[in-house]
T-cell receptor
Framework: DTAVSQTPKYLVTQMGNDKSIKCEQNLGHDTMYWYKQDSKKFLKIMFSYNNKELIINETVPNRFSPKSPDKAHLNLHINSLELGDSAVYFC?????????????FGPGTRLTVL | AQSVTQLDSHVSVSEGTPVLLRCNYSSSYSPSLFWYVQHPNKGLQLLLKYTSAATLVKGINGFEAEFKKSETSFHLTKPSAHMSDAAEYFCVVSGSNAGKSTFGDGTTLTVKP
């Protein structure tokens, strides 16, 4: 069973389009995250949700909007896509938001904006 | 405030020789420290973590790391590299909560036959 799953795995789209990436975890965790990994493999946290509530919102453009319908799902919607949005986006979850908690990562979604 | 520095962006070793990936950190809190591995086109997987218990931490696949507070270091080692160890490795420091984790820039480990 896949612990943290993301769809789609690959996403190729034109500038200006709107797209969504879905994430689901079946681990029963309370906390979920979105990370962006750029072409140099640097990882940056974008958002963190705990029990459907936003707890971390780093300096991310307003075009990015996370949505958590329940604590097992955290989706990422991106409006007006730009070339610089091309990256690999990882969803992750952890049991809670404690500093000692391991994070479990999904396989990633490679977004290419043309 | 917290930060993490991975001292080598690339490390190349021969199969069967020891691996050393270096990580220094700073944190205003008593930190939790992690090493994650990312194989090509995959998500990150936890290798090991330090959370204020034993300073020598053993992880999966023969890796271990030692927390040295005086040196603010958390270096990752393995006695004998295997071809399957070739991957990207991330050192992570987490101070106040997991959502405030800071990732290092990563070290690419190449293993030569």
């Amino acid at each position: 069973d896949t612990a943290v799953s993301q769809t789609p795995k690959y996403l190729v789209t034109q500038m200006g389009n709107d797209k969504s990436i879905k994430c689901e975890q079946n681990l029963g965790h309370d906390t979920m995250y979105w990370y962006k990994q750029d072409s140099k493999k640097f990882l940056k946290i974008m958002f963190s949700y705990n029990n459907k509530e936003l707890i971390i919102n780093e300096t991310v453009p307003n075009r990015f909007s996370p949505k958590s319908p329940d604590k097992a799902h955290l989706n990422l919607h991106i409006n007006s896509l730009e070339l610089g949005d091309s990256a690999v986006y990882f969803c992750a979850s952890s049991p809670g938001g404690r500093a000692t908690d391991e994070q479990f990562f999904g396989p990633g979604t490679r977004l290419t904006v043309l | 405030a917290q930060s993490v520095t991975q001292l080598d962006s690339h490390v190349s070793v021969s199969e069967g020789t020891p691996v050393l990936l270096r990580c220094n950190y700073s944190s205003s809190y008593s930190p939790s420290l992690f090493w994650y591995v990312q194989h090509p086109n995959k998500g990150l997987q936890l290798l090991l973590k330090y959370t204020s218990a034993a300073t020598l931490v053993k992880g999966i696949n023969g890796f271990e790391a030692e927390f040295k507070k005086s040196e603010t270091s958390f270096h990752l080692t393995k006695p004998s590299a295997h071809m399957s160890d070739a991957a990207e490795y991330f050192c992570v420091v987490s101070g106040s909560n997991a959502g405030k984790s800071t990732f290092g820039d990563g070290t690419t480990l190449t293993v030569k036959p």
